[in-house]
């Protein structure tokens, strides 16, 4: 696989790619090139390595860039995309932050805390980036070369194109997560396919699927492992035990917004004529 250094400026215009890098980089960089990644430098309007960061997005490519968040933008994946167009995974990656960040609007309150997917204002969703996000992963789909990217936008255009969290096709969601855990397995995949699994086949079979999920020791006390067996404890009907899971989660979680949330689940919960066992 041929290595491609190359340099760009944050408007897309290629730049000299033959950088003298500094000692501190250059054996990150040359374990990347080991590797065979390709690696793109995204380089801003004066080129610095002093706060690069080094980002893996898949199999053979590497995004360096000296700000760590352009790579979370639609942004930085549309640059990507520039220079890498027939690559399905880098149109799966744009698909998945375009179906992501379409929510954007409704995913928080005016005061900054958080609203979850089920209670989100879905006529407050982008419905162009949602169009452009489902375009994107269709036709990345549709050239046979499955990546984790593109099936994470699959489900993220699966949730995005529901009317409703009734109308969810959960089914369809549940098979993508089952090839997701395949290809690319991690245990937040895990997590949210015992979620989709519960969905589907109810939360017995979901708080089935999480006690083997939670075996794996990465995930021991982790706030989302507490968060998703509340989520399915809840599902169950048992809000007693939903809303000890929601408060156990809230205490682990080291994000404020996250917190709050979790402790307003957990509050909703313990209302009066809501507690069951």
């Known amino acids: 696989m041929p290595i491609r250094l190359i340099a760009v400026d944050l408007d897309g215009t290629l730049l000299d790619s033959h950088w003298q890098v500094p000692e501190a980089n250059r054996r990150a960089i040359e374990r990347a090139i080991?590797?065979?990644?390709?690696?793109?430098?995204?380089?801003?309007?004066?080129f610095s390595f002093t706060h690069s960061v080094t980002e893996q997005l898949h199999d053979d490519?590497?995004?360096?860039?000296?700000?760590?968040?352009?790579?979370?933008?639609?942004?930085?994946?549309?640059?990507?995309r520039r220079l890498l167009p027939d690559d399905a995974e880098t149109a799966g990656l744009l698909a998945l932050m375009l179906l992501t960040d379409a929510r954007r609007a409704a995913r928080s309150r005016p005061d900054g805390t958080l609203v979850p997917l089920a209670e989100q204002d879905r006529?407050?969703?982008?419905?162009?980036?949602?169009?452009?996000?489902?375009?994107?992963?269709?036709?990345?789909?549709a050239r046979g070369e499955v990546g984790q990217y593109q099936l994470?936008?699959?489900?993220?255009?699966?949730?995005?194109?529901?009317?409703s969290m009734?109308?969810?096709?959960?089914?369809q969601i549940?098979?993508?997560y089952d090839l997701l855990v395949?290809?690319?397995?991690?245990?937040?995949?895990?997590?949210n396919r015992a979620v989709a699994v519960g969905e589907v086949h109810g939360a017995a079979a979901g708080l089935a699927e999480l006690a083997e999920v939670e075996a794996d020791p990465r995930l021991k006390d982790h706030h989302r492992l507490l968060a998703t067996r509340a989520h399915l404890q809840e599902l169950a009907g048992d809000h007693a035990a939903a809303a000890a899971s929601y408060q156990r989660a809230a205490a682990r979680s080291t994000s404020r917004p996250e917190r709050?949330?979790?402790?307003?689940?957990?509050a909703r919960l313990y209302a009066p004529g809501r507690v069951s066992s």
């Open 260 to 266: 709050q949330l979790l402790a307003r689940q957990a």
């Open 152 to 163: 994470q936008a699959a489900i993220a255009a699966v949730h995005d194109e529901a009317a």
């Open 61 to 80: 490519i590497a995004l360096i860039v000296n700000n760590g968040a352009l790579i979370k933008s639609p942004e930085g994946a549309t640059l990507l």
């Open 166 to 171: 009734a109308d969810t096709d959960w089914p």
């Open 174 to 176: 549940l098979a993508l």
């Open 34 to 46: 080991e590797r065979g990644i390709h690696i793109v430098l995204v380089t801003g309007r004066r």
């Open 123 to 141: 006529g407050q969703w982008d419905r162009e980036r949602i169009a452009e996000g489902v375009g994107l992963v269709s036709g990345a789909l």
């Open 182 to 191: 395949r290809g690319a397995p991690n245990p937040m995949t895990a997590l």
